[in-house]
């Protein structure tokens, strides 16, 4: 409810960079659904940039081209180049979002979707890429790591 923000909102503001507020019955759910919408594109992202290194090496090109092509133009993502650091440099752990979590979350995305008539297919394939990268035993590492569900065994290295 509205005149509960003044006294939370100190707290909020300790643990997050920004609160958002959805709206004044937390019992619409609006908070949650929004939260799936954002994660949706957090993943989606995540996914493709894994997906773009991993061709990259699947095709022997130096990442850095890409990044190259990409600079300055409105492909050219904050996020895109910190997760790709994160796998360049091995850098996965510790996990900001987790594999595991990413799963789930993706999953959940996709039942959300389902359930209003969406089909939400990069997110059904970005839940399969989280759920090969967990099996692979990188299940706590950073979501970035899902660049080695693109490889089987050891081809990432």
Not at 105 to 130: K, M, N, P, S, Y
């Amino acid at each position: 409810p509205a005149e509960g923000r003044t006294a939370v909102g100190q707290v909020f503001d300790a643990v997050g960079s920004r609160t958002v507020w959805t709206g004044d019955d937390p019992a619409t759910g609006s908070a949650t659904r929004l939260k799936l919408v954002a994660n949706s594109w957090v993943l989606a992202a995540t996914g493709a940039a894994g997906e773009a290194l991993a061709l990259a090496k699947g095709l022997d090109v130096d990442p850095h081209a890409f990044f190259e092509v990409i600079a300055g133009g409105p492909l050219d993502m904050g996020y895109l180049r910190a997760k790709s650091e994160l796998v360049l440099e091995d850098r996965l752990t510790p996990a900001s979002f987790a594999v595991g979590t990413a799963e789930k979350d993706a999953r959940l995305i996709v039942r959300a979707g389902e359930q209003h008539g969406v089909r939400l297919d990069v997110a059904a394939a970005c839940a399969e890429r989280f759920r090969r990268a967990a099996a692979q035993g990188r299940g706590d590492q950073d979501m970035a790591a899902a660049y080695y569900a693109s490889f089987d065994g050891s081809a990432a290295s």
